[in-house]
């Protein structure tokens, strides 16, 4: 009698916190009663870009590099302006 062999997955154990090493606003867009922050979060082996509406974090995305997250960003940037955002000239 032949056994099935059983896969077994093997997953890495999962963070338990993530160490950021720097962070940095892209952009800042203010419009319809509403401020949209766009951050570049440096971490050890990604970069990630949070998307925060009034205080609130909306969207996280993760890349590889660091010009992929910006390029996004200027994308992002562009088609909220497209609806009505206008950038916010205090942002460094």
């Known amino acids: 009698m032949l056994t099935k062999s059983r896969l ?3 997953r890495p154990p ?3 916190h993530i160490d950021e ?16 922050n766009v951050v570049l979060v440096a971490l050890t ?7 925060w ?7 996280r ?4 590099r660091d010009t992929a997250a910006r ?6 940037a562009s088609r909220l302006e497209r609806r009505g955002y206008h950038r916010r000239d205090d942002v460094k």
């Open 71 to 76: 390029k996004y960003s200027d994308r992002l």
């Open 14 to 16: 999962a963070r338990t």
């Open 61 to 64: 995305s993760r890349f590889l």
């Open 21 to 36: 090493e720097a962070r940095q606003t892209l952009t800042m867009l203010h419009g319809c009663a509403q401020t949209v």
């Open 8 to 10: 077994t997955e093997v």
């Open 45 to 51: 082996d990604a970069v990630e870009l949070e998307v």
């Open 53 to 59: 509406a009034d205080g609130t974090l909306r969207r």
